[in-house]
């Protein structure tokens, strides 16, 4: 399996032309490759930004974005304001000022269908038929230090593969085992990306050990868990959570 990475021309906020940008970046694409594009590009070429005013409009803005949020920054060290947005547990809605050139960056409006609007635009513009569109964020993940990328949305791929039923290397057979695919994938292109100003935002992962697959938003409820039903909701459920202004 590899991982290509490819250096764009800098967008810039409030809007740019993520197509012509990734036009101009030539890549070399091939059936069954599955193509990884960072949310925040994404989100400039749909115009998903809004100029820093200050801290409390981003937290505004994060509420309004959010499923759910919880503020419990008088107790944290890092004074961050948690919400559950599309499905992840994360800081602020994802709102990022990284990179923003003055601007708030929010995450693409519905990341599942700009994902599938990505794929067909790849496959029309360079005449490939198999092929799969992760959209990518990284984030921080408890009690581990530094950022991890994941899958933000996802087309043409299935993102999860099951484990259950079969048998491991002595004979056992799995009960609970099942591989999240999509955000393996976004974890390595994320590291192939890079975190700073390294202007590849976009990633070809060539031989990818996946299921293609033709179904729009294939298995999107069985990737995302609700808060009362994860393997974490003992922790989780302690927290006071508050409706958002998100779609869920």
């Given amino acids: 399996m590899q991982f290509i990475p490819y250096k764009t021309r800098v967008l810039t906020p409030p ?3 993520l197509f012509e940008a990734i036009k101009s970046a030539k890549l070399n694409i091939k059936d069954g490759d599955v193509i990884v594009v960072s949310s925040k590009v994404v989100s400039i070429g749909e115009g998903r930004c809004l100029p820093f005013k200050n801290q409390a409009q981003k937290d505004r803005l994060a509420k309004g974005e959010a499923d759910y949020f919880v503020d ?3 107790s944290s060290v890092w004074k961050s304001l948690f ?3 599309e499905g992840v547990l994360i800081g602020r809605a994802g709102i ?3 990179n923003g050139k003055g601007h708030l960056i929010l995450y693409p409006k519905n990341p599942m269908k700009s994902a599938d609007t990505l794929r067909k635009w790849f496959q029309k513009t360079y005449s490939v038929k198999k092929l799969g569109v992760i959209i990518s964020d990284s984030r921080s993940t408890p009690l581990r230090r530094g950022a991890i990328g994941f899958a933000l ?3 043409g791929i299935v993102p999860l593969k099951d484990y259950r039923k079969t048998k ?3 004979g056992r057979a799995f009960q609970v085992e099942i591989a999240n695919i999509a955000d393996g994938l976004a974890g390595g292109a994320v590291v192939a990306m890079g975190e700073g100003n ?3 935002p976009i990633v070809v992962i060539r031989n990818a ?3 293609f697959t033709e179904k729009k938003r294939p298995q999107e409820r069985i990737v995302k868990v609700k808060l009362e039903n994860d393997l974490f909701s003992p922790f989780l459920l302690k927290l006071k959570w508050k409706k958002g202004g998100g779609r869920d």
């Fill in 209 to 211: 050990p996946v299921v």
């Fill in 153 to 155: 949305g996802w087309a």
């Fill in 15 to 17: 809007k740019d032309d």
């Fill in 72 to 74: 419990i920054r008088r």
């Fill in 198 to 200: 390294e202007q590849t």
């Fill in 168 to 170: 491991d290397l002595f």
């Fill in 96 to 98: 990022d000022e990284s």
């Fill in 83 to 85: 919400t559950v947005t």
